[in-house]
């Protein structure tokens, strides 16, 4: 772990707040893991934004808006409580973090992305070491613009295994938003970084070619039903 002290003085200095670092590093008013958590974060050039606990619900408004100062952050988090069992979630602002993120999912009577997943991986190969967490999300690098040229913020590559990410061009902001740890689910059960694979501890990998092409795939058929349904509908107009 940091040496806390150290980095969130020379943080809220370069920031010109007039909280001081003792404030945040008073564990009867900050829980001291969540803290770290935040600080790495910051360290890294991540964008957080807090939510409510046990939900997907921002507490700040975070579309079209800059990356959230440290000092900010902690102030608006400390407005709901940073304690052990009372403290905001966190989500990622993934186009601002230059992040993007592999989702295996179980959804209730959904598809099993364990499954899909093991079935990508005896075709492709095994994704490389990167950060993970708990909830079987794996983060990676950006890839250029070129390398993942689709709209979307979502591509569904497999039933139940979809990539996140966000675009933040000059001309527009279609940013999307992951809850990471140390957020809780709203079956209560908390979000960690898996052993030896939080970000602070294994570098972000590239992501692998297979997957950006499995998701231009889908791009390319959801735009084609898009297009499709905007044809039967919309007589008169054309499309490119």
Request: net charge negative; with cysteine.
């Amino acid at each position: 772990m940091i040496e806390l002290t150290k980095i969130l003085t020379d943080h809220l200095a370069s920031q010109t707040s007039r909280v001081s670092a003792d404030h945040f590093l008073n564990p009867k008013r900050f829980d001291q893991d969540i803290l770290a958590n935040l600080i790495h974060y910051d360290l890294l050039g991540w964008s957080i934004i807090p939510g409510i606990q046990g939900t997907k619900k921002p507490i700040v408004l975070w579309k079209n808006k800059a990356r959230m100062p440290l000092r900010r952050l902690l102030s608006e988090s400390a407005r709901y409580g940073m304690m052990p069992g009372h403290h905001p979630n966190f989500a990622i602002k993934l186009g601002q973090s230059k992040l993007c993120v592999l989702d295996i999912d179980n959804h209730d009577g959904g598809a099993d992305g364990q499954q899909s997943f093991a079935q990508l991986v005896n075709q492709y190969g095994a994704l490389p070491t990167t950060p993970a967490d708990s909830r079987n999300h794996f983060y990676f690098k950006l890839p250029a613009p070129t390398d993942l040229d689709f709209k979307l913020t979502v591509a569904e590559i497999a039933p139940g295994v979809e990539l996140f990410r966000g675009r933040t061009d000059k001309s527009e902001d279609i940013d999307h938003i992951l809850w990471a740890p140390p957020s809780t689910h709203h079956s209560g059960v908390e979000y960690q970084w898996l052993h030896g694979l939080a970000p602070w501890e294994t570098e972000l990998a590239e992501l692998p070619r297979w997957v950006c092409d499995l998701a231009a795939q889908h791009w390319e058929k959801t735009s084609e039903t898009v297009g499709d349904h905007h044809r039967s509908t919309s007589p008169g107009v054309s499309l490119p």
